[in-house]
């Protein structure tokens, strides 16, 4: 599995757009990356997922360049709720065949 | 609210002591994954099913964790002879047949303290 190195912690005001970039120089072909955010006391939760280019959701939007040897989730707006660790991963099946594989993720801190 | 549901959501014991989690899945997911996450660590995989067949065990998973998930459905893991490393929050998630894009669901954890 593609080895992946995160931020260990941003600060953000209310209202401004956050990017967290994650490196993966050795991610493989068949690779997605999917991005997860977890919340104090609770599981992870499925952000988004992409292979190439962008995806957008209504949470948050995927960069990934042509190379695919990082990745950038972009969180616009964010409020005081978007508060969590963020983990990046990446592997061969998304997320749904295999156990994923988590790092120690970005800890974003929203300030009012 | 995901859908897959933990019971129960803390537990303390004493060291020594054997406890036992359970972990409802959605109900159509036929895969279901254990984790163990520590503080300020990312989950770590522990074992994982598909229907009743247990697919994958972790070196994590010493001879004191069983998991069992009877008829696909839920499952259980215990824990024996706990000690005071076993402390943790343990995570259960559920995906469905395990398509490359197919998303894991997880659980509200159960916190595990042992004194």
């Known amino acids: 599995l593609a080895k992946t190195t995160q931020p260990i912690s941003m600060d953000s005001y209310e209202g401004q757009e956050v990017n967290i970039t994650c490196s993966h120089n050795?991610?493989?072909?068949?690779?997605?990356i999917t991005w997860y955010q977890q919340f104090p006391s609770q599981g992870p939760r499925f952000i988004i997922q992409?292979?190439?280019t962008k995806v957008t959701n209504e949470v948050a939007s995927l960069f990934i360049p042509a190379d695919r040897k990082s990745s950038t989730l972009s969180l616009p707006r964010v409020s005081l709720s978007d508060t969590a660790v963020y983990y990046c991963?990446?592997?061969?099946?998304?997320?749904?065949?295999?156990?994923?594989?988590f790092g120690k993720g970005t800890r974003l801190s929203v300030i009012a | 609210d995901t859908g897959v549901s933990q019971d129960p959501r803390h537990k303390i014991t004493k060291r020594g002591q054997n406890v036992t989690f359970r972990c409802d899945p959605i109900?159509?997911?036929?895969?279901l994954y254990w984790y163990r996450q520590t503080l300020g660590q990312g989950p770590e995989f522990l074992t994982y099913?598909?229907?009743?067949?247990?697919?994958?065990k972790s070196r994590l998973l010493s001879d004191r964790f069983s998991a069992e998930r009877p008829k696909g459905s839920f499952s259980t893991l215990e824990i024996q002879r706990t000690e005071q490393g076993d402390s943790a929050m343990y995570l259960c998630?559920?995906?469905?047949?395990?398509?490359?894009?197919?998303?894991?669901?997880f659980g509200p954890g159960t916190r595990l303290t042992v004194l």
């Open positions: 998630a559920s995906s469905p047949d395990g398509f490359s894009t197919d998303t894991q669901y």
């Open positions: 050795n991610i493989a072909t068949n690779d997605y």
């Open positions: 992409g292979y190439k």
């Open positions: 991963l990446v592997g061969d099946s998304g997320s749904g065949n295999t156990p994923l594989v």
């Open positions: 109900s159509e997911h036929n895969r």
């Open positions: 099913f598909q229907n009743e067949a247990q697919l994958e």
